[in-house]
């Protein structure tokens, strides 16, 4: 089991819907979980950051922790084209070893 | 204030060569933490400097080394390049271990 896992898409929605980014991880004990965005060719970009359970909104972008289901999502309201790029869902895992682990990534494409 | 950067941003080296990449953390940041990005395996974390020690390191074999300077800069080494090491090499700071990790634009390494 992989232990950050996310569904590689591609995932496509029209212009103006909401799209759902999941992901789910391995480890109970992880703490800190974040949201980057990747265009093509570029590095990542920090989106969000969620620390407790429940929701957390930031403009057009929601994320969503539930700890007792070891799942954290981030929610794109009126999606538009500019966001279409790779959706990467890291998480810092508890214990000794507290190093930041990456998701494979989703590709999202807004369609016009 | 100035992001992360990396240098070099482009780099073609031959099997068997040695390459040094060099990242500058945001001003004020402590911990300078390296990762390689391939299309097949994503996203993996080699290491995390902070206060010129190395804290985290994953699974990479020795050929790959870093270190860290007084003024937080930081820099990988990976000696005796093989193909397989042609990748995105992404650097990214943060103001403390653990905390939100910032992104440099990255180098890109060919191995020819």
């Known amino acids: 089991q992989k232990e950050v896992e996310q569904n590689s898409g591609p995932l496509s929605v029209p212009e103006g819907a909401i799209a759902s980014l999941n992901c789910t991880y391995s480890?109970?004990?992880?703490?800190?979980f974040f949201w980057y965005r990747q265009y093509s060719g570029k590095s990542p970009e920090l989106i969000m950051f969620i620390y407790s359970n429940g929701d957390k909104e930031d403009g057009r972008f929601t994320a969503q922790l539930n700890k007792a289901s070891q799942y954290v999502s981030l929610l794109i309201r009126d999606s538009q084209p500019s966001d279409s790029a790779t959706y990467l869902c890291a998480v810092i895992r508890g214990g000794s070893a507290r190093q930041l682990t990456f998701g494979s990534g989703t590709q999202l494409t807004v369609l016009p | 204030k100035a992001g992360v950067t990396q240098t070099p941003r482009y780099l073609i080296k031959t099997r068997g060569q040695q390459v040094t990449l060099s990242c500058s953390p945001i001003?004020?940041?402590?911990?300078v933490s390296w990762y390689q990005q391939t299309p097949g395996q994503g996203l993996q974390f080699l290491f995390e400097?902070?206060?010129?020690?190395?804290?985290n390191k994953g699974n990479f074999p020795g050929r790959f080394s870093g270190r860290q300077f007084s003024n937080s800069r930081s820099e990988m080494n990976v000696s005796t390049l093989e193909l397989g090491d042609s990748a995105l090499y992404l650097c990214?700071?943060?103001?403390?271990?653990?905390?939100?990790?910032?992104f440099g634009p990255g180098t890109r390494l060919l191995v020819l």
């Open positions: 480890d109970r004990g992880s703490q800190s």
């Open positions: 400097y902070f206060s010129e020690t190395q804290r």
């Open positions: 001003s004020g940041h402590r911990s």
């Open positions: 990214a700071s943060s103001r403390d271990l653990q905390e939100t990790q910032y």
